[in-house]
């Protein structure tokens, strides 16, 4: 689809354990590029999340997508909570590679300390700050570090990925105070720092996938990606849903785009530019979650994606 468009990019996916962060590494992997795919969960120690997937198995699945165009996974262990590590890390990527071309916080990680439709005062506290933690200092934590390296060349790219798109968020509470602030910061931190990069000719991006089929929402809905339809007698809208293998597209896409630095400081949507560069879901659909959304689902009208997949 984009064969060794990226070879000789090196790519640091933060936060590549699963989901999202996942199919990106594996996307940027199949496009030729060097990935390092950090996380804390290995075949050894799981994270406080407690979930199966680790980094070592999404280096592996980018070594396997890469191997005609030269893409290469590299796991590396990292709490991007803890600065010495994350420092380390960008440290290791200059000395072995002595370049970053791609940066994409994906850091996350929170989903079982969200508590949906819980006011802020009944919220627990140490669940919610330590959600704006993951959510927010990791990236920040990270930005920090790896920025210095990703500025020495000039056309880097940094993807901030979050939950939902600036216009959505603005106009939509997402259920939970801790969990609409954190996924509406790093919206505003991907303009912000786009100011930032501008004179260094770099570009910041925010970017949301739609309605996930990650492995713990396949979970969720008692199903695998192999039969995810089933799921949809369960909840209809579960019809519009996507792959983490898409978003990751999106990404590469950008990282290929010659002309990128016209997306710097915008909120941007795994829809929004499959319909831009023409790349699909691995069905060959083009899923279009968040038009859907706002026009189906939260319209109360009955799911039906024709015309948006």
């Not at 089929?213 to 849903?241: C, G």
């Not at 499959?274 to 859907?292: M, N």
Request: proline content about 4%; charged content about 20%; overall charge neutral.
């Amino acid at each position: 689809m984009m064969s060794q468009v990226l070879k000789g990019k090196v790519a640091l996916v933060a936060g590549a354990t699963r989901g999202a962060g996942r199919g990106i590494a594996t996307e940027l992997g199949a496009a030729g590029a060097t990935v390092y795919c950090t996380g804390r969960t290995t075949r050894t120690e799981r994270s406080e999340l407690n979930r199966p997937e680790t980094i070592e198995e999404t280096a592996e699945l980018v070594q396997q997508a890469g191997v005609k165009t030269g893409g290469k996974g590299i796991a590396v262990q990292v709490d991007h909570l803890a600065p010495a590590q994350v420092q380390a890390l960008v440290q290791r990527i200059e000395r072995e590679q002595g370049r970053l071309d791609v940066l994409v916080n994906v850091v996350w990680g929170a989903d079982f300390l969200i508590e949906w439709n819980v006011p802020v005062w009944k919220h627990s506290l140490e669940r919610g700050l330590h959600m704006l933690r993951l959510a927010i200092d990791t990236h920040i934590i990270t930005s920090h570090f790896a920025l210095p390296l990703l500025i020495k060349n000039p056309g880097g790219l940094v993807v901030e990925m979050t939950d939902g798109t600036a216009e959505y968020n603005k106009a939509k509470y997402r259920l939970s105070m801790f969990y609409d602030l954190a996924k509406t910061s790093v919206i505003r931190m991907a303009w912000g720092l786009a100011q930032e990069l501008k004179p260094h000719q770099c570009t910041f991006v925010a970017l949301t996938a739609g309605w996930l089929r990650s492995e713990q929402m396949l979970d969720n809905y008692s199903v695998s990606e192999a039969n995810w339809r089933d799921a949809i007698a369960k909840q209809p809208h579960f019809v519009i849903t996507e792959t983490p293998r898409y978003v990751g597209r999106a990404v590469a896409h950008l990282v290929g785009d010659p002309d990128v630095a016209r997306w710097s400081g915008q909120s941007l949507s795994s829809g929004q530019l499959a319909k831009v560069y023409g790349f699909t879901d691995l069905d060959g659909s083009q899923p279009d979650a968040w038009r859907y959304v706002v026009e189906v689902q939260d319209a109360g009208k009955p799911a039906d994606a024709t015309g948006y997949r």
